[in-house]
T-cell receptor, first 112, second 107 residues
């Protein structure tokens, strides 16, 4: 596609429920990143994919967080048993090589 | 990954004035990137600097990479209300973002 697409754009969920966030990167971009941004805060690195492999999962906050990428394209970030502190905007970014990243518009997650 | 520090965290600017935001790293960076995030939006790539001492301009924005490749700056001249937002610098690799400089403009 023309840009990085994320869905849903907004998600309200009850505490304890599982959620899945989707990222559809720009076609051909091999690297894909997930970040989290709390209100008024900077970008917190979560996980990075090169192709379908995730060489760096160091940013995942807990074992309730997992992510996968299939076919070198779409990625899904799953949060199990959501907590209120998981509320944030989850941003996905992809890049073609050594140049700049293109970010999606994000998923705003609210845990109530 | 590299840690980059940005100062100031907040910049309140009178419309028409100039300002500079700085990005500093304790280690040498192979490149540095700058992004702008408008309120309610997502980060948008502005530019990448690679060479020691490199200077690049985009209209009223001037980006500079230090000689030692450990620091960078973004200078905006004649600030406009359209410049409002948060400016992030980022090192290479897994993209170590600075905390950003949030710019507000008073007309």
């Amino acid at each position: 596609g023309a840009g990085v697409s994320q869905s849903p754009s907004n998600k309200v969920t009850e505490k304890g429920k599982d959620v899945e966030l989707r990222c559809d990167p720009i076609s051909g971009h091999t690297a894909l990143y997930w970040y989290r941004q709390s209100l008024g805060q900077g970008l917190e690195f979560l996980i990075y994919f090169q192709g379908n492999s995730a060489p760096d999962k160091s940013g995942l906050p807990s074992d309730r967080f997992s992510a996968e990428r299939t076919g070198g394209s779409v990625s899904t970030l799953t949060i199990q048993r959501t907590q209120q502190e998981d509320s944030a905007v989850y941003l996905c970014a992809s890049k073609p090589g050594t140049y700049g990243y293109t970010f999606g518009s994000g998923t705003r997650l609210t845990v109530v | 990954g590299q840690q980059v520090m940005q100062i100031p965290q907040y910049q309140h600017v009178q419309e028409g004035e100039d300002f500079t935001t700085y990005c500093n790293s304790s280690t040498t960076l192979s490149n540095i990137q700058w992004y702008k995030q408008r309120p309610g939006g997502h980060p948008v790539f502005l530019i990448q600097l690679v060479k020691s001492g490199e200077v690049k301009k985009q209209k009223r924005l001037t980006f500079q990479f230090g000689e030692a490749k450990k620091n960078s700056s973004l200078h905006i001249t004649a600030t406009q209300t359209t410049d409002v937002g948060t400016y992030f610098c980022a090192g290479p690799g897994k993209l170590s973002f600075g905390a950003g400089t949030t710019v507000t403009v008073r007309a």
